[in-house]
């Protein structure tokens, strides 16, 4: 199965009853198995989840740390750009150079990679004395 396909499935379970604003992510990882995730929101707003941070979640339950390809697709005017917040877990299990694609449920597609989705990100090597 493609990436667009597993996003765009699993993007049906996406809980969003608040912003009515469903978001489905699939994630390959270095192994080659896919991961999905959709977006869960909780009546206590802060509580909610994106769908990248649940596909990363699974990844990581499944025992596999290291991501090759992401895609992210909404039913939004123009593909959607992850949140902050999901651009550092993005950032946190792929290199700079790993492809996201960012896609829209009419076909418009924008692919970028997590590097240019975080520049100047915070690492470990941040937290090295010398
Ligand atoms: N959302 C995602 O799941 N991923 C993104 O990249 C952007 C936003 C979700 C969070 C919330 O449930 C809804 O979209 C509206 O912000």
Redesign the pocket.
Known sequence: MSLKDAATAVRENAH?PY?N?K?GAAIRSKSGAIYVGC?V?NVAYPE?T???AGAIAAMVAAGETELAEAF?IADSPSP????GG?RQKLAEFGAADVPVTLATTDGAVRTTNIGELLPGAFGADHMERS
């Not at 959607?80 to 949140?83: A, G, L, W």
């Open positions: 969003a912003s604003f978001v977006n929101e909610g994106c769908a990248e992210v959607i750009p992850p949140c999901c």
